[in-house]
């Protein structure tokens, strides 16, 4: 991996131990020859291993004694000639501890300089432009060093060696503030007069390291509430950046792996559960029993925590679903009547990168939104194989390039119905096969004939092969897990199209990359007006209702809403598309029960009902059956559907109603999962969909499936929702050049 270190990190190892020898760069990885007694080699290799820099990553080391040669000292040499180097781009990382305390010492000459960086930390992924990683070939090609920062670049002794982005006051990157219509400021200190609008309550449009960030005084409930009604973001969720750790402790409930994921070098958001007084604006989070938190990862970041503020909101600067914002011009014009000023740079952004989000759940850290910090760092295959692209979804979009054993993910690109995704899909997908040297053999796509993915795919002119949706849920988590052989894979979520043209979405798969059987699925349900009844769940409630009663039952939900056009609907059987899916099985129960008749995010209502139970499962079920029919076997929901309404009925809590809901699906997926493992001898479980990030469904099933003696296979290194589809579209692909691939039977 270039640009980690770890070439003058080991320059300085063999020095110190007074070894000779060189180091080079070759097509299968480091060479290094070391020569010295034994004694000091021990402690060389043991150097190596414990002290790696924090950026390396070291997949294996093999050893071998030679004979002797007189030697001189340790050199850096260059790469074999005419051999082609296997090339990885580290992402982008975290401030590092030496260069966060130069930046606060008065006497350093980069003092709150807020570009500030070393070759263990500060962009890289986002300014690199093409290969060789060197600076002329970065954002940084505009910016000449100075004397100083040459000397520190071309020293292998000096952490700064070959530290791309290297600059400092004289002959870096410079901020500037702008006014809420572009004019410049002038002021001495852009970062402390920008601290100082932040504690007056005003909307800042921030220059980060992957993108624009929108901020605010996140203790501030008019600010925040301001901002809400300029971005038009009703109630999701906003992140928060926490000053430190302490400030965190203060807010949120924190574990010891949570802080360490927060204080990591990839620096993600983690979303952690709130106290109860956590003291912040009300409008942060509304109605949501968790918090997501990050720490300061550039040095810009800490130099706004000034004047008494400790927490701030850092919500990505764009509309709902469309990619974060990266230039200048584009933030002025799209910003505009958003933001009271402007915190900009002068280093171009080359690839736009949002924040990664993660959670802790059933003892791993888990993957919500996989981008800054981890991208492009490769998912590691147990096997090799052809070049294959995986174009992923139509929501919560990411690629995946197979190399070698290596699984090369995208950032997040977002929902790609937007343009400006499409775009940024189309830059971010050329960009990364240019940085791998990488053509695809072949491309894989979902099987839905209007996704835009597929459409991209169509215009290659490359060899296409379509993959059903929830095929690739299950590839993708057994590749991640390094897993051969079949599974039972549960795979959960709102939306896939299915082989016969319905929406699937609550399944049960028997199979691995070469090929599954539908073994079980959720008993269908009509959705009146298809995306309409996604974005008012009301809908999907009439439409589960119509199949579970003679009669639909007058409810309260109905109340002030126009029913009788949508009922019609499912009467003459207009407009209905049959749905498995158990994201809209969570909608429908979510407006029986009055919470989400519409919604302004994707899964909102979901996420509500789940909140409704307060971290407890209910320790009964509703009714439900599974039954076979025609070969497969149906999760029955009619029964559950019945169950809720007579609960609604007789006055039944919403947090005992979703309690109970919770505690069906745990006893329903147990035990069909049961029958799939005795009709097949399997004892392996593959979990997969955006249905687990519920993490009160998801910890409770983990749970009683090991207890029940399953081995149960979850996603942490990529996203279980959409995000990790196209790791498994590429696998599958793999399946398909080598002849293997069967499909959906």
Known sequence: MQGVGFRPFVYRVATLYALTGFILNTSSGVLIEVQGSSSLLEKF??????DAPPLARIEAIEESAIDSISEDAFIIGDSSAGTEVETLIPPDIALCS??????LDPLNRRFRYPFINCTNCGPRYTIVERLPYDRPFTSMHGFTMCDECAEEYHDPLDRRFHAQPNACPVCGPVLSLLDSSGNPCSVTDAAAVTSALLKQGRIVALKGVGGFHLSVDARNEEAVRRLRERKGREAKPFAVMMRDMAVVRDCCELSDAECAALSSPEAPIVLLKKKTHDGLSPSVAPLHDRLGVMLPYAPLHILLFDNGID??????????????????DEALLWLKGIADAFLMHNRPIHLKCDDSVTIHLSRSLRQIRRSRGYVPAPVYLKQDGPVVLGTGGELKNTFALLKGTHALISQHIGDMKNYEAYRH???AAAHLQHLFQATPELLVHDLHPGYMTTGWALKQQLPLLGVQHHHAHLASCLAENKVEGQAIGLILDGTGYGTEGTIWGGEVLIGDADGVHRFASFEPMPLPGGDAAVEQPWRAALGYLSRSFSTIPDLPFMKGRTVEPVIELLQKRVSLYETSSCGRLFDAVAALCGLQGVVTYEGEAAIQLMLAAGGIMGSSSFRYAIEEHSGRWIMNVSPVIRDVVAAVENGVSVADISRRFHRTLVCCFTDVIKKASQATGIKRVALSGGVFQNALLFEALVFELEEAGY?????SLVPSNDGGLSLGQAVIG????????????
Request: aromatic share 10%; net charge neutral; with cysteine.
């Open 45 to 50: 290799c043991e150097t190596l291993k414990r």
């Open 98 to 103: 030496d260069c966060r305390r130069e930046l």
């Open 311 to 328: 927490v701030l909101v850092m919500t990505s600067a764009n509309f709902s679903e469309e990619p974060i914002v990266n230039e200048n």
């Open 425 to 427: 899909f189309e830059h």
């Open 711 to 715: 081995r149960v296979l979850t996603h």
């Open 734 to 745: 793999r399946s398909y050049l080598a002849g293997r691939y069967q499909g959906v039977y």
